[in-house]
């Protein structure tokens, strides 16, 4: 892991009256751009060749670096270029699928708008359940066998995939055929856990909070809420009636590859439960591995018919449903009065910060 003090080195020579907002071009680019602009900060996206249309397109970038491969962004005289325009990085999903978590507290020197040190809390899921035990929230039953598997499960891989592969199973047997599909290419292997997680899957309504912290206001804001639309899962409930009367095994797999995102209001009197556990997660996260998360987060979550909210993942950085709110949410218009986005929201916090000459308490 880079030191802290070596990226607060770099940051030592920056010109800040000419800090530009950079992202990689996917996921909420668009939202992180126009957010800078929208608060004059200079920006810059960073294409993979053929994507370019896309910025040029809605035309919310100051400039555009085009590379062949998005790992070229680690190479030294990559960084180089970004840190001579004085770039703060701003992480989302895809960012840090390409480039690895682990590279990326390796080997990349550029700041990065947040803590980088979450990346290793949010990836490995081991330690988001410590956190989230740590934070005092409902977490579901995790089966640390296959054979202890006794209701319904959701098996997970490794690594953010938007719910690729996923699968649900009932018991052990369902779970040995299951895992050995094709597709997978994984051999179960009782003693290897550590290749995919076994949950409990709760059956309610899902809500995707996003929030943002500031560590300059020390506050927690509720931004926004989601709902991941995901298929073929979603496509299942509209013909269940259908589906009862097929046999078993010529019933569709559910699968829960994401495809968009639905917006959300939740009951208003749910609404402390909700902040609550966002101002767990952040107090949590500053125990564990202090100064804690810094900026955007989610927690995925599942509300049962008891009005409880049960967390299954969080997200440690802009998460892809705050796109429906470019121009603010129902929570944000309350806070804020005017359009604010998790993207503009960022380019708030770089702003506040450069004016309080405290950029390095946002910035790892
Ligand atoms: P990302 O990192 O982008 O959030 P992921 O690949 O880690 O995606 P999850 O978000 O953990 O995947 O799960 C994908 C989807 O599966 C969820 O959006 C939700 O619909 C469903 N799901 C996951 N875990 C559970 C659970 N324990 N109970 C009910 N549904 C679940």
Redesign the pocket.
């Known amino acids: 892991m880079i030191h802290k003090s070596e990226i607060c080195n770099i940051l030592e020579d920056y010109d800040t009256t000419a800090i530009t907002i950079a992202t990689i071009g996917s996921h909420t680019a668009l939202q992180i751009l126009k957010g800078a602009r929208d608060e004059q900060l200079k920006n810059l996206v960073i294409c993979k060749k053929g994507t370019e249309e896309v910025y040029r397109q809605f035309a919310v970038a100051d400039e555009l670096l085009v590379v062949e491969n998005y790992k070229e962004v680690l190479e030294k005289e990559f960084q180089e270029e970004l840190i001579e325009r004085n770039a703060v990085l701003i992480p989302h999903?895809s960012f840090v699928e390409y480039l690895s978590p682990v590279r990326i507290e390796n080997e990349l020197r550029v700041p990065i708008f947040g803590n980088r040190t979450v990346l290793e809390w949010e990836s490995d899921r081991t330690k988001e359940r410590e956190w989230m035990e740590h934070a005092n929230l409902r977490y579901?039953r995790v089966f640390k066998t296959p054979a202890d598997i006794d209701r319904l499960v959701?098996v997970?891989f490794p690594g953010?995939?938007?719910?690729?592969n996923?699968f649900l199973a009932s018991n052990p047997d369902e779970f040995k055929t299951k895992i050995g599909r094709p597709e997978l290419r994984l051999k179960l292997n009782e003693n290897d856990a550590a290749e995919f997680t076994i949950?409990?899957?709760?059956?309610g309504t899902?809500f995707y909070p996003h929030y943002f912290y500031s560590p300059l206001k020390d506050r927690v804001e509720l931004l926004s809420m989601d709902i991941?639309y995901?298929s073929n899962?979603d496509g299942i409930a509209r013909v269940s009636h259908i589906l009862q009367d097929i046999p078993t095994h010529s019933q569709p797999e559910p699968s829960?590859v994401?495809t968009g995102n639905l917006p959300v209001v939740v009951r208003e009197s749910l609404l402390p439960r909700i902040l609550e556990m966002g101002q767990r997660i952040v107090e949590a996260s500053d125990q564990l591995f202090s100064p804690g998360l810094i900026g955007p987060f989610c927690i995925?979550t599942?509300c049962t018919e008891d009005l409880e909210f049960i967390a299954?993942?969080i997200?440690a950085r802009i998460v892809a449903g705050t796109n429906l709110y470019i121009n603010g949410s129902p929570y944000s218009q309350l806070l804020y009065d005017e359009p604010m986005s998790t993207g503009r929201r960022i380019a708030v916090e770089i702003k506040e910060a450069i004016k309080a000459d405290s950029l390095d308490s946002i910035i790892y």
């Open positions: 999903g579901l959701i997970k953010a995939k938007g719910g690729k996923y949950q409990e899957y709760v059956i899902r991941r995901e899962i829960f994401v995925e599942v299954f993942e997200s």
